[in-house]
């Protein structure tokens, strides 16, 4: 069908021909920035490769008038291709459509937000020229974020390092840029719930780290609410180890160690003590036991639920509309 796209279903669009890069872009309520983002992405876009770049600008079912915006510099500007998803899919499977769509030899991952500054694309095209695969931007600061986004980040990529077998970055994001052959891998990936910093770290080759200091969002605001983040943090985790799982496997052989001494205790004072009521020891244990059984359930549940979703198979997101970008590239 020629409207359904996705991981596994790949659309096909008409492609000139391969770009040397293709900036990818997802976007959701991001129409007070987009000017902004599309001055400076171009700008830095036309220093670093001249005419020979493509721009994706996916919009994620946005509220505002993101799409039109798109559309109408899709209309001026061969350089950009615009995309609109059916609805809201969410960042990481805007992003896969634009992966999925885009036709560089390298593709830069970028927020429309300008939090992360296009302008380091110049540096890792030059790290890139050396032998780089993957080069990722790691965030020296962030500007301009909550204390709690702050904190609960912290703590989530050190928890998920520690689950993990493989080396992943902690404090970043999905900025970076990509060789096609590291991007063929990830498209290679049918897994439904994609954490898309998750798989290219998984993916391996080389890969290196560029600083930077993250920036306070130039306009609007986060389309990330803390149950999207809950979300996001749950689909990594499960993702990428079942550790988790193996939690009811210690807690159980702890617990049946410790019920081993209560009942050790509950005979000897039956025997040689006037036992007592007991009411506060059973009341914990009931409580202890029925907390951990239910704990792990869900847990359990979480496994489930995406192994549920997995089989489905059922395409990530779902295409509307695609413009622009069809004009053959510069002879350059
Ligand atoms: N985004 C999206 N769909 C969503 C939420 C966000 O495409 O449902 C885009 C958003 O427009 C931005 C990027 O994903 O380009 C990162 O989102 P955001 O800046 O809101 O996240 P934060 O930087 O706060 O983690
Ligand atoms: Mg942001």
Not at 7 to 35: D, H, K, Q
Not at 68 to 83: A, M, N, T, W, Y
Not at 120 to 134: I, K, N
Not at 299 to 317: A, D, H, I, N
Request: with cysteine; glycine share 8%.
């Amino acid at each position: 069908m020629a409207d359904q796209g996705g991981v596994t279903r790949p659309i096909e669009r008409p492609l000139a021909s391969s770009r040397r890069l293709s900036v990818t872009i997802p976007c959701y309520n991001e129409e007070a920035g987009l000017p902004e983002l599309y001055r400076r992405v171009t700008a830095t876009c036309q220093d670093v490769v001249g005419q020979d770049y493509e721009l994706i600008l996916v919009n994620d079912g946005s509220r505002d008038r993101t799409w039109d915006f798109i559309k109408s510099l899709s209309e001026r500007d061969p350089h950009v291709v615009g995309v609109d998803l059916s609805r809201n899919f969410g960042h990481q499977a805007a992003l896969t459509a634009a992966l999925t769509l885009c036709s560089g030899e390298r593709i830069f991952v970028l927020d429309a937000d300008l939090q992360d500054p296009p302008e380091l694309l110049g540096a890792m095209m030059a790290a890139m020229d050396e032998g780089a695969d993957v080069v990722y931007g790691k965030r020296r600061t962030r500007a301009g974020e909550t204390m709690r986004k702050k904190i609960t980040a912290k703590i989530f990529y050190r928890v998920l390092a520690s689950l993990i077998d493989f080396d992943i970055p902690t404090d970043a994001g999905d900025f970076r840029l990509m060789s096609r052959r590291v991007l063929v891998a990830l498209l290679s990936m049918p897994e439904a719930h994609r954490f898309i910093r998750g798989m290219v770290s998984w993916i391996g080759f080389r890969q290196v780290a560029l600083e930077y200091d993250r920036q306070s969002r130039f306009a609007g605001e986060t389309g990330y609410t803390f149950a999207k983040m809950i979300n996001f943090a749950l689909d990594a985790i499960t993702a990428f180890s079942a550790k988790p799982l193996r939690l009811g496997l210690y807690a159980g052989v702890a617990l049946l160690g410790l019920s081993w001494v209560g009942i050790l205790y509950s005979i000897i004072s039956w025997l040689f003590f006037s036992t007592q009521p007991g009411w506060t020891s059973l009341i914990i244990v009931v409580m202890f036991m029925g907390g951990a059984q239910i704990f792990m359930l869900a847990m359990v549940g979480e496994y489930v639920s995406r192994t549920f979703v997995q089989t489905k198979g059922r395409p990530l997101y779902l295409l509307r509309e695609i413009v622009g970008g069809t004009g053959a590239p510069p002879a350059s």
